[in-house]
């Protein structure tokens, strides 16, 4: 199995976001689960001002990253269901995951477990 990983960027510092993407790997590689990780520290880096990524084009940055979730067979969202309803980004990643029958997974407080889609998509036309 392979997953995309989805996590905030906007907003929030580089380190951050490495350590997360770190953490979830580690637990990834212990399952033998492959992943893609769409996070470029050089782009990263290129969009933040002291440490915070402030996408300048979010939309193309979206589009070059997500056009990945084709070659995995699932999305795994890096936070809390709290969290994923404040990122637009990873919001349209889990509805392109939905849309086109790939599995939706979060990570959380160490562990991988299996969103519901009918679920997900219904708070995202609440919000």
Avoid at 13 to 23: A, G, L, T, V
Avoid at 25 to 54: C, R, Y
Avoid at 83 to 106: H, M, N, P, R, T
Wanted: proline content about 3%.
């Amino acid at each position: 199995m392979k997953v995309y990983l989805a996590t905030p960027m906007n907003g929030k510092p580089i380190e951050e976001i490495k350590q997360k993407i770190s953490d979830c790997a580690s637990t990834l590689a212990k399952n033998d689960i492959d992943f893609f990780n769409p996070f470029l520290e050089v782009t990263a880096n290129d969009n933040s001002i002291d440490g915070i990524v402030k996408d300048k084009k979010p939309i193309e940055m979206l589009c070059n990253s997500a056009k990945h979730i084709e070659e995995c067979d699932g999305v795994l969202f890096i936070g809390s269901k709290d969290e994923l309803k404040l990122s637009s980004g990873c919001q349209v990643e889990i509805l392109i995951a939905v849309s086109y029958g790939k599995d939706c997974f979060i990570y959380e407080d160490g562990e991988v477990s299996e969103l519901v889609e009918l679920e997900l998509i219904m708070e995202f036309w609440k919000s």
